[in-house]
T-cell receptor, first 113, second 113 residues
Framework: SQQGEEDPQALSIQEGENATMNCSYK?????LQWYRQNSGRGLVHLIL???NEREKHSGRLRVTLDTSKKSSSLLITASRAADTASYFC?????????????WGAGTKLIIKP | DGGITQSPKYLFRKEGQNVTLSCEQN?????MYWYRQDPGQGLRLIYY???????QKGDIAEGYSVSREKKESFPLTVTSAQKNPTAFYLC????????????FGPGTRLTVL
């Protein structure tokens, strides 16, 4: 079942600009993760933010989490052509002992040179 | 793609045939997962296994079967009962440590002719 929804579905920006993607979810969570998928490839883990955290940074990535609104955002600063990919958020249900991740449909990001 | 391999990369199947997709990991992870991804969509869970000789159905298990005889291996069989098997199949594994990060293989693209 998919509880995450990314917004926008697609985003096209100029190289050097910042890219912001949003994710909303439905149930209480332990943590939220963001993954990147290059076309036709597997997913790569980018960053994990726990439910008791509000903001986290990793290089050019900044993730925020608002548990009251059940939403998260991923900001990529100073975008590069290599950032062109699809980005997915994934959540784990807080009461799920099976540790399944629930995936959104993804945001397709295109960085124009 | 970490220490997870999937083979083959591309697979063509005639209608009515069973095919088996391979997934091997050398990360010493206990948990392994199979996902299906359709164009422009997120990931849907087919089967998962948290320990050797045990596995559970995910959201779309019908028409698929798995086995987990070894910790390193989690093969997926797409049977003739799966009516629409053409898709991109992703295998992932997870450490049972304190994070829920999943590590993905490069995927297998299955096409039914």
């Amino acid at each position: 079942s998919q509880q995450g929804e990314e917004d926008p579905q697609a985003l096209s920006i100029q190289e050097g600009e910042n890219a912001t993607m949003n994710c909303s979810y439905k149930t209480s969570i332990n943590n939220l993760q963001w993954y990147r998928q290059n076309s036709g490839r597997g997913l790569v883990h980018l960053i994990l933010i726990r439910s008791n955290e509000r903001e986290k940074h990793s290089g050019r990535l900044r993730v925020t989490l608002d548990t009251s609104k059940k939403s998260s955002s991923l900001l990529i600063t100073a975008s590069r052509a290599a950032d062109t990919a699809s980005y997915f958020c994934a959540t784990d249900a807080a009461l799920d002992s099976n540790y399944q991740l629930i995936w959104g449909a993804g945001t397709k990001l295109i960085i124009k040179p | 793609d970490g220490g997870i391999t999937q083979s083959p990369k591309y697979l063509f199947r005639k209608e009515g045939q069973n095919v088996t997709l391979s997934c091997e990991q050398n990360l010493n992870h206990d948990a392994m997962y199979w996902y299906r991804q359709d164009p422009g969509q997120g990931l849907r869970l087919i089967y998962y296994s948290q320990i050797v000789n045990d596995f559970q159905k995910g959201d779309i298990a019908e028409g698929y079967s798995v086995s987990r005889e070894k910790k390193e291996s989690f093969p997926l069989t797409v049977t003739s009962a799966q009516k629409n098997p053409t898709a991109f199949y992703l295998c992932a594994s997870r450490s049972t440590g304190d994070t829920d990060t999943q590590y993905f293989g490069p995927g297998t693209r299955l096409t039914v002719l």
